[in-house]
């Protein structure tokens, strides 16, 4: 049994993410133990909510996990929580293309969850209430909980929003207006949690005076149901050593990955390779992240010639988004201005000012290394990547761009990297993991 609640809102903007953290961390200082999940494929809000919680938070994507893993992995995360906090995606019912499909109300039905609604409230009194009206009617299997009022102008302007919701939704919070309950943006989404732009006091002080968490503890409670899930398996005494690539410039990955690969017997070493750092292991993971930031470091990094050398010496070294550019021949700036990367692979890879791929990716694998016939991930990036004629390709796109020619992932010695950002549910972890086991039995 588990109990909690998906935070949504009408649309983006107005207000959900600032409201869950807001609401994290005042059940945290009440020490709450709190499970947080995002809807979606979202590394930096996941971020926040570990930051705030104190708990590794989850993805449940649809498209990616199917229904039952998002089961699996609420169920799994939140047995040993007292409360679980689910964050939305975009507006409740917006989904791949026209549907539902993987958006915030798939989840809160496959889930069985309440919903509560968050409403930009600015420049609107009575036009609320047909709002609010048209998201609890228009999807009768979608339990619309209750709603908090976001950027609510004044007390009178509190008072008339009440007046005509009274009959119809509770009103479980009236947010004022307020700078200080924002988190700051940049062209990839949020600044990272470590760069410390969000105060999580002031945030949950402004919960803990407009919005009733008694209220909201109730619902959750009222709602708490059993679900047929999957148990995970416990990690296992690890075996292999895998070094992961985190810092300011690999700083994108699914908390869900870094179990599964756990799960698969890996002891895993953090390091930064804009620091200069690169530990001694049997194999490497980089994710995505803001490498271009730290371009100029990178390339003079002594962690950069130490992973070509690795790469030819046939380590298992994977990588994607970001990782891919730093495993290049050469990576240029928004500039033009072309530096030196680990040269593992044949490419060139380069910055740009236009966003290049974003959204869910599907793909057939070209290797045998995938033991399902599909893989569902996602792409975001900026950069793009021109590599030599000659190059070995791993993947063969059905959705989604790649790199090339509906062609993604480039394969140099035992070296893998592309543009999709996947999900333990398609990647082979434990392929990963019994290559870097291969590889330390022949060291």
Known sequence: MSKGF??????SGAGKTTVSMGLMAALRRKNVAVQPFKVGPDYIDPSYHTMICGRPAGNLDIFMMGEQGIIDSFENKSKTAEI??????????DGMGTTEFAGAAHVA????????????????????AALIKGFIDYDKDVNVAGVILNKVGSPRHESMLREVLKDM??????????????????????????????????????????VDIDLLT????????GRESTIYP?????????????????????????????????????????????????????????????IEELAFSPATSKLKKAAEDGVPIY?????????????????GKKYRMADILPAESYITKKLQGLGYSQAKPLIPDFKTD???????????????????????????????????GLIEYETLAGYMQMHPASFPVDVFVNKCRKYKKGR
Do not use: Q, W
């Open 6 to 11: 998906l935070i949504a809102a009408t649309n």
């Open 84 to 93: 679980s906090i689910v964050e939305g995606v975009m507006g409740l019912y």
């Open 109 to 128: 039905k496959t889930l069985d969850l309440p919903v509560i609604l968050v409403v930009n409230t600015h420049g609107m009194s009575r036009s609320v």
């Open 169 to 210: 939704v509770p009103v479980v919070g009236s947010i004022p207006r307020n700078s200080e309950l924002t988190v700051p943006e940049r062209y990839m989404g949020l600044y990272m949690p470590e760069e410390n732009h969000v105060n999580f006091e002031i945030m949950a002080d402004i919960i803990e005076e407009n």
């Open 218 to 225: 109730e619902i959750a409670k009222e709602n708490e149901i």
């Open 234 to 294: 416990e990690c296992p005494s690890p075996d292999v050593t895998i070094g992961i690539a985190m810092d300011s410039a690999f700083c994108f990955y699914y908390y869900d990955m870094i179990d599964a690969l756990k799960r698969s017997g890996a002891r895993l070493i953090k390091f930064s390779p804009v620091a200069g750092e690169f530990p001694e292991a049997d194999g490497y993971f980089f994710g995505s992240g803001y490498p271009e930031m730290y």
């Open 319 to 335: 990588g994607e988004g970001g990782g891919l550019s730093y495993f290049c021949k050469t990576y240029a700036n928004a500039e």
């Open 374 to 408: 599909l893989i569902n991930a996602h792409s975001y990036h900026y950069s793009l990547t021109e590599p030599d004629k000659d190059s070995k390709f791993a993947f063969e796109m059905l959705r989604g761009k790649g790199i090339k020619d509906k062609k993604d």
